[in-house]
């Protein structure tokens, strides 16, 4: 079975400045799916980045990269000049590709990212 | 495109109550799936579905049924409400041949008394 872990519960920063949320997973598969999503209050869930295991090269998209080491089952998220709306709950998710349980979506505990003025 | 529709948005709940919280989606996606969010724990999947006529459970099945008899909904049954059932719940989907992750709904929160 596949485990998600978020090590850091909250993390704030100022606005404009970076930040990174940390993620590693567990997992025999090779071939597979990560995924942020972010939840702001209004609790809907909004996916921010994919990355194909597959593929070496980081995904980017606009402010947001993840550093992706497969070798140490890592995936953070980089958010470049913070917004006060990128305040939320950010998730790290597994997926398996094809196969069986490829279904089934593997979710960490979430880091709290607050923004500040 | 509606996307995934879920309703309440919001429901109390007396302990031993039953109900349903109906999902909906209109992009034909194959799999469907009801997670359930509680503080501290992220999201746990309760049941999901591979296509119509086919569902299983997942983590966290008990006291909870599903039916799929369309591509298009994916209803939730609480059977006798419990406390420990309050929670956000979320219905999802996606398509099946694809890595792009699942398209959720906006939750309903259920409060169980």
């Known amino acids: 079975a596949q485990t998600v872990t978020q090590s850091q519960p909250e993390m704030s920063v100022q606005e404009a400045e970076t930040v990174t949320l940390s993620c590693t997973y567990d997992t025999s598969e090779n071939n597979y799916y990560l995924f942020w999503y972010k939840q702001p209050p209004s609790r809907q869930m909004i996916l921010v980045i994919r990355?194909?295991?597959?593929?070496?090269q980081n995904a980017t998209e606009n402010r947001f990269s993840v550093n992706f080491q497969k070798a140490a089952k890592s995936f953070s998220l980089k958010i470049s000049d913070s917004q006060l709306g990128d305040t939320a709950m950010y998730f790290c998710?597994?997926?398996?590709?094809?196969?069986?349980?490829?279904?089934?979506?593997?979710f960490g505990k979430g880091t709290l990212l607050t923004v500040n003025p | 495109n509606a996307g995934v529709t879920q309703t309440p948005k919001f429901q109390v709940l007396k302990t031993g109550q039953s109900m349903t919280l109906q999902c909906a989606q209109d992009?034909?996606?194959?799999?469907m799936s009801w997670y359930r969010q509680d503080p501290g724990m992220g999201l746990r999947l309760i049941h999901y579905s591979v296509g119509a006529g086919i569902t299983d459970q997942g983590e966290v099945p008990n006291g909870y049924n599903v039916s799929r008899s369309t591509t298009e909904d994916f209803p939730l049954r609480l059977l006798s409400a419990a406390p420990s059932q309050t929670s956000v719940y979320f219905c999802?989907?996606?398509?099946?041949?694809?890595?792009?992750?699942?398209?959720f709904g906006s939750g309903t929160r259920l409060t169980v008394v």
């Open positions: 990355q194909e295991a597959y593929k070496q």
């Open positions: 998710a597994f997926m398996k590709r094809g196969g069986g349980s490829n279904y089934k979506l593997t």
């Open positions: 992009m034909n996606h194959e799999y």
């Open positions: 999802a989907s996606r398509l099946s041949r694809t890595g792009y992750g699942y398209t």
